[in-house]
């Protein structure tokens, strides 16, 4: 699958087109999508935006991102802009952006809108949301995955170049999953997690989704590294791209697909793939891992939430959907011994899943377990909405850094999607087996 850079862009420049139109363009077929973005800039907003990069261009400044479109969830700052988290009448106008939005804009990127979301962040299948819900760029009888929905079907859609969402529990894997594209989780505070309406500050990271595994390493040239100024930045080793690249991948001793045989002979077909081109693969208990996520959304360590979200929730409980002020409340039942002893078991595990992984290159898995219709997702908010977390959830508390990448097509038509693991820092190794994978 060698596909050139932005292939959205490359395509529209190739027909001719300049960068003010294709800007023009993008916000036009933004503005069709009310389903997939919550706000969109103005014309004369995207104008001075344009106008900006061709004056800087015609002074020999270097724009790495040069006219490349791209549209951030509802949740991250923008100057001008109130953050809603997609819920109408939270939020107020952002006085300054988000380093990451700003470092894109300073590299020639052009802002479009901003996305539709699981209102709060609150959820992995993107049906969580004020009407018109978001819809699924390859099929809108499935769901779009969540919490970045928008985010991930602007770019599905062919709308933008890239985009940002945020990631608690598996928000830039699940929806990059369920569209066809690639999410990249970052190691956590390894790009700036300033200027965010937060869902778990602790654990929150931006995504980067993209078309291709060389678009997102592009963007992440461009805005990734340790911020000074963010409290939760990365203080870690950060590894360089090794001069050789391993092929020695734990996997779990089980998975389970909770019934979808698509998924199953997807996520096999895919393995084989790798172990064709020299992959070695070794089973390991993967008992720690899920107990990591399940502290962050089973236990005290949920009541993060109600940091932001809390005091408006008790005073405006009908502004919020009620599968969102549930999963918000259930934070209310724990007491802050119950937070410290979460917080002691956490730290318990990130030594134990440390030694489990160590000495492997990654670890392997399927992004999603299933695939559900938007109607079983209603029918069903709570357990289906945890189902889709069972491989991402853990992650983010334990530091580690994902991708998700679109493996074979399933038996439905549908993509599957693998999702390469690895230790916080060494994000660079981890980007280039994600790309050596979707080259096969």
């Known amino acids: 699958m060698n596909t050139p850079l932005f292939s959205i862009n490359a395509a529209r420049r190739a027909s001719g087109q300049t960068i003010h139109e294709i800007a023009l363009s993008a916000r036009e077929a933004a503005d069709g999508r009310p389903d997939c973005f919550v706000s969109v800039l103005s014309t004369d907003q995207i104008e001075v935006q344009v106008a900006k990069v061709e004056a800087q261009q015609a ?42 939005v700003q470092k894109a804009m300073d590299a020639g990127a052009i802002l479009i809108g901003k996305n539709t979301m699981d209102q709060f962040a609150t959820g992995l299948n993107g049906t969580r949301s004020p009407d018109p819900i978001c819809r699924n760029a390859i099929d809108p009888a499935i769901i779009p995955g969540g919490s970045s929905s ?30 066809g594209i690639v999410g990249f989780k970052p190691t956590p505070g390894l790009m700036s997690g300033l200027g965010m309406v937060y869902c778990n500050r602790s654990f ?37 791209m090794p001069e050789t690249l391993g092929q020695n ?53 949920v009541a993060e ?8 929730i008790e005073r405006n409980p009908d502004a919020v959907l009620p599968p969102v002020a549930q999963a918000i409340n259930a934070g209310r039942a724990y007491s802050a011994r119950d937070a410290f002893e979460a917080m002691y078991r956490l730290a318990e595990l990130k030594l134990e899943c440390a030694r489990i992984l160590r000495g492997f290159d990654a670890l392997i898995l399927p992004t999603i377990p299933r ?69 096969m």
């Open 59 to 100: 002074e020999g400044t270097e724009l790495p991102l040069a006219g490349l479109t791209f549209c951030v969830k509802d949740n991250i700052h923008v100057a001008g802009h109130v953050s809603t988290g997609n819920c109408p009448g939270y939020g107020s106008v952002a006085s300054k952006t988000a380093p990451v």
């Open 371 to 439: 695939l559900f219709t938007v109607a079983e997702m209603l029918a069903d908010p709570m357990p289906l909405n945890s189902i889709m977390g069972t491989y991402t959830y853990f992650a983010n508390p334990l530091g580690l850094s994902a991708i998700a990448v679109p493996g074979i097509s399933r038996h439905d038509g549908m993509p599957s999607s693998i999702c390469f693991v690895g230790p916080g820092g060494n994000d660079r190794a981890l980007l280039q087996h994600a790309r050596t994978f979707t080259a």
């Open 150 to 179: 928008g985010s991930a079907v602007a770019v599905a859609g062919d709308i933008c170049d890239f985009s940002f969402g945020s990631d608690t529990g598996g928000s830039g894997r699940v929806p990059a999953a369920t569209n």
């Open 305 to 312: 939430r109600l940091v932001d979200y809390g005091d408006f």
């Open 204 to 240: 929150d990271v931006m995504p980067i989704f993209a078309k291709t595994v060389v678009d997102v390493a592009r963007v992440f040239d461009v805005v990734g590294g340790a911020d000074p100024l963010d409290p939760f930045a990365f203080a870690g080793v950060v590894h360089p």
């Open 249 to 301: 991948f734990a996997v779990p001793a089980e998975l389970d697909y909770f019934g979808d045989a698509d998924a199953k002979a997807a996520h096999q077909a895919n393995l084989q793939s790798l172990t064709d081109a020299g992959a070695t693969f070794t089973q390991i208990d993967f008992t720690p891992f899920t107990e990591a996520g399940d502290l962050v959304f089973g236990a005290a360590l």
